[in-house]
T-cell receptor, first 112, second 114 residues
Framework: GDSVTQKQGQVTLSEDDFLFINCTYS??????LLWYVQYLGQGPQLLLK???ANNKGISRGFEATYDKGTTSFHLQKASVQESDSAVYFC???????????WGSGTKLIIKP | GGIITQTPKFLIGQEGQKLTLKCQQN?????MYWYRQDSGKGLRLIYY???????QKGDLSEGYDASREKKSSFSLTVTSAQKNEMAVFLC?????????????FGSGTRLTVL
C-alpha cells in the first residue's frame, strides 16, 4: 500500500540556518504531497501542497519539490527563525479513499 | 473563516471508564475526522465521517465508538479507557472528495488515564 517515511525525528538549528527535512513516499498512483505544520498546543495546519502538475510548492518562505525519480518530497527554508519551531509532517493523499497517509513528523528546534 | 472547537481540552478518567470527546465545526464541511496523536509520533486515524450519520473506521478504531448526528458535530467515545492510550485526540474537518487534502484541525483533547 501507499506509505510515507520521515526518518528525522528531530532537527536542531540556529536562527538563519538552512532547513532541510527529508520525506520519501511510495505510491502506485500520481501523488499529491503535502506538508503540514503543528505549532505547540495547536492542531496541524496545511503549509503547502505539491502535485505532479506543479512539482513545487512555496509558502511562507518554505519550499518543497517533488522528485519522481527518488520518490522524495523534501521541505526547505533558506533561513529559519525562532517562530518556525514546530513539528512538520509530510503526507500523501490516498486516492482510493481521499484520506491522508501521514509521516511520523519532524520536530524542529531553533536555538536562540 | 471557521473554527473547530473540541471539548474538553483536558480529560482525566479512570482505567475502564467510558469517556466522550466532542467536536464542533462551523465550516459547513461534509467530512469530519478523529485522529490520535501519541507523544512524539504521527497521526493515526480512528474514525471519519463523510456526511451526517455516516461512520467509517480508520486503522485505530478498536476500543472507540463515534457518532455524527449532525453535520456540524462529531463525537468520539473511548469505550473502556486504558493507561496506554493517554494521548492527544485531534478532530478535523474538510470539504471532502478532491478537497480532502486540506484538513482543518482543532487544538485537541489531552486524555490522561489514572
Amino acid at each position: 500500500g501507499d506509505s510515507v517515511t520521515q526518518k528525522q525525528g528531530q532537527v536542531t538549528l540556529s536562527e538563519d540556518d538552512f532547513l532541510f527535512i527529508n520525506c520519501t513516499y511510495s505510491t502506485t498512483t500520481y501523488p499529491t504531497l503535502l506538508w503540514y505544520v503543528q505549532y505547540l498546543g495547536q492542531g496541524p495546519q496545511l503549509l503547502l501542497k505539491v502535485t505532479t502538475a506543479n512539482n513545487k510548492g512555496i509558502s511562507r518562505g518554505f519550499e518543497a519539490t517533488y522528485d519522481k525519480g527518488t520518490t522524495s518530497f523534501h521541505l526547505q527554508k533558506a533561513s529559519v527563525q525562532e517562530s518556525d519551531s514546530a513539528v512538520y509532517f509530510c503526507a500523501l493523499v490516498d486516492r482510493s479513499n481521499y484520506q491522508l497517509i501521514w509521516g511520523s513528523g519532524t520536530k524542529l528546534i531553533i536555538k536562540p | 473563516g471557521g473554527i473547530i472547537t473540541q471539548t474538553p481540552k483536558f480529560l482525566i478518567g479512570q482505567e475502564g471508564q467510558k469517556l466522550t470527546l466532542k467536536c464542533q465545526q462551523n465550516f459547513n464541511h461534509d467530512t469530519m475526522y478523529w485522529y490520535r496523536q501519541d507523544s512524539g509520533k504521527g497521526l493515526r486515524l480512528i474514525y471519519y465521517s463523510i456526511t451526517e450519520n455516516d461512520l467509517q473506521k480508520g486503522d485505530l478504531s478498536e476500543g472507540y465508538d463515534a457518532s455524527r448526528e449532525k453535520k456540524s458535530s462529531f463525537s468520539l467515545t473511548v469505550t473502556s479507557a486504558q493507561k496506554n492510550e493517554m494521548a492527544v485526540f485531534l478532530c478535523a474537518s474538510s470539504q471532502g472528495g478532491a478537497s480532502a487534502e486540506t484538513l482543518y484541525f482543532g487544538s485537541g483533547t489531552r486524555l490522561t488515564v489514572l
